[in-house]
């Protein structure tokens, strides 16, 4: 069974760059065939995909957030890693990394924990 | 953008049957994916490809897809199944091509 952890800072100032890293255990990313996806959810509201990564490195990006979003995958350490600069108290929510399955009716079939990021001074 | 609506309340009592609606434009053509979300707990996978069900998800949650509405069915609720669900669909001929529904509250009385 894939399982997917989030780490990174749970604080983050305003204008600075947001980072997280999703680990991945009892699968590998290099496999290929999955698309490995962050996912974030505003605190009370609903869910929104930030974008996804192949193992390859091709990477796919929601186009409300393509101008500050950078996905990154490291097979070495089965890891990929979310980018999200010039954050402000708007990009505080819940961070959640998951597993993309279906190229092109893509859902998402293992979820991380998912990590709180507050966005304040 | 393509849009999904769900209503944002159902409540039903146990042992009943829920359903919870997704509408969009002809989504009958699109595979509808649902999600079960307890407070605090990430989402999980209960309904993929409209209808399939993945390992461990009882056979009381069954789905359906057609016209410009689909339909997570859940049976014999119990107290257990109480949760926000949320419908998603991935639109390819789309610039922004996931879609998330905005989320159900299922209260179970």
């Known amino acids: 069974q894939v399982q997917l952890q989030e780490s990174g800072p749970g604080l983050v100032k305003p204008s600075q760059t947001l980072s997280l890293t999703c680990t991945v255990s009892?699968?590998?990313?290099?496999?290929?065939?999955?698309?490995w996806s962050w996912i974030r959810q505003h605190p009370g509201k609903g869910l929104e995909w930030i974008g996804y990564?192949?193992?390859?490195?091709?990477?796919y990006y929601n186009p409300s957030l393509k101008s500050r979003v950078t996905i990154s995958v490291d097979t070495s350490k089965n890891q990929f890693s979310l980018k999200l600069s010039s954050v402000t108290a708007a990009d505080t929510a819940v961070y959640y990394c998951a597993m993309g399955v279906g190229a092109t009716e893509l859902f998402f079939d293992y979820w991380g924990q998912g990590t709180l990021v507050t966005v304040s001074s | 953008s393509y849009v999904l609506t769900q209503p944002p309340s159902v409540s039903v009592a146990p042992g009943k049957t829920a359903r919870i609606t997704c509408g969009g434009n002809?989504?009958?053509?699109?595979?509808v994916h649902w999600y079960q979300q307890k407070p605090g707990q990430a989402p999980v996978l209960v309904i993929y490809y409209d209808s399939d069900r993945p390992s461990g998800i009882p056979e009381r949650f069954s789905g359906s897809n057609s016209g410009n509405t689909a339909t997570l069915t859940i049976s014999r609720v119990e107290a257990g199944d109480e949760a926000d669900y949320y419908c998603?669909?991935?639109?390819?001929?789309?610039?922004?091509?996931?879609?998330f529904g905005g989320g159900t509250k299922l209260t179970v009385l």
């Open positions: 990564i192949y193992y390859s490195g091709s990477t």
């Open positions: 002809n989504i009958g053509s699109k595979s």
């Open positions: 009892g699968g590998s990313i290099s496999s290929g065939g999955y698309y």
């Open positions: 998603q669909v991935w639109d390819s001929s789309s610039d922004h091509p996931e879609v």
